[in-house]
């Protein structure tokens, strides 16, 4: 998948979004998706948008969504934390992930 299919993913009616101990959970008027922490086989950073992976399905959320590059660096340490091992090893092979991750404040 492109970085221009996952940029133009993004959704157009606003949407809640969770991180929780279950998995990352999208919630809006027009879609109620689960994604489980086991489910997750990887997240990458695009300039606008954390892209988390599942087979062929991109689950867009937009770096707008988030107030900071720390709150962004949090949840993408959190998904790292509980998603499957060998997924968070192919993320963090990610460079744009790994600037994100390596940034302070």
Known sequence: MSIAAIEAA??????DFVAD?????WRGAHMDF???WSGVEAV???PGALAFMHGALALVLPLDALESDAQRRELVELCLER?????ARKSRDDKALQQLLARQG
Do not use: I, N
Request: proline share 14%; aromatic share 4%.
């Open 83 to 87: 998603m499957p091992e060998a997924a």
């Open 34 to 36: 689960t994604l489980g």
């Open 21 to 25: 101990d279950q998995g990352l959970h």
């Open 10 to 15: 993004s959704p157009t009616t606003p949407m």
């Open 44 to 46: 990458f950073l695009t």
